[in-house]
Nanobody
């Protein structure tokens, strides 16, 4: 079981990057995946996650409207499209398996908890 991130780099403020998280050893149809980031001197925070079946998504308020998470189950890859990047988006980005909660209508949705398996991270630097 493994997660490998790629796609990080240096970009100017206002620019875009697309991160990829390639998984192996399990199916994205049965596991939710989240993207997390950690800036220098900051705690690691959840950025976005995508649920297992049907793929409902969840975003941190700080990235709503700018970041989009998606997945290609056949390619076993989860993507994070990051637009309108800001200097405060700088940090190392990690993907991880996450837990899922049950909503009132009986559907599962991902959330930033029970992160069991992590990738090694990919650095993102946004210059202002």
């Amino acid at each position: 079981v493994r997660l490998v991130e790629s796609g990080g780099g240096l970009v100017q403020a206002g620019g875009s990057l697309r991160l990829s998280c390639k998984v192996s050893g399990f199916s994205l149809d049965y596991y939710a995946i989240g993207w997390f980031r950690q800036g220098a001197g900051k705690e690691r925070e959840g950025v976005a996650c995508i649920s297992s079946s049907e793929g409902p998504t969840n975003y941190a308020d700080s990235v709503k409207g700018r970041f989009t998470i998606s997945k290609d189950s056949a390619e076993k890859t989860v993507y994070l499209q990051m637009n309108s990047l800001k200097s405060e988006d700088t940090g190392t980005y990690y993907c991880a398996t996450t837990g899922e909660r049950l909503d009132a209508s009986g559907h599962y949705y991902c959330d930033f908890f029970e992160m069991d398996i992590w990738g090694q991270g990919t650095p993102v630097t946004v210059s202002s």
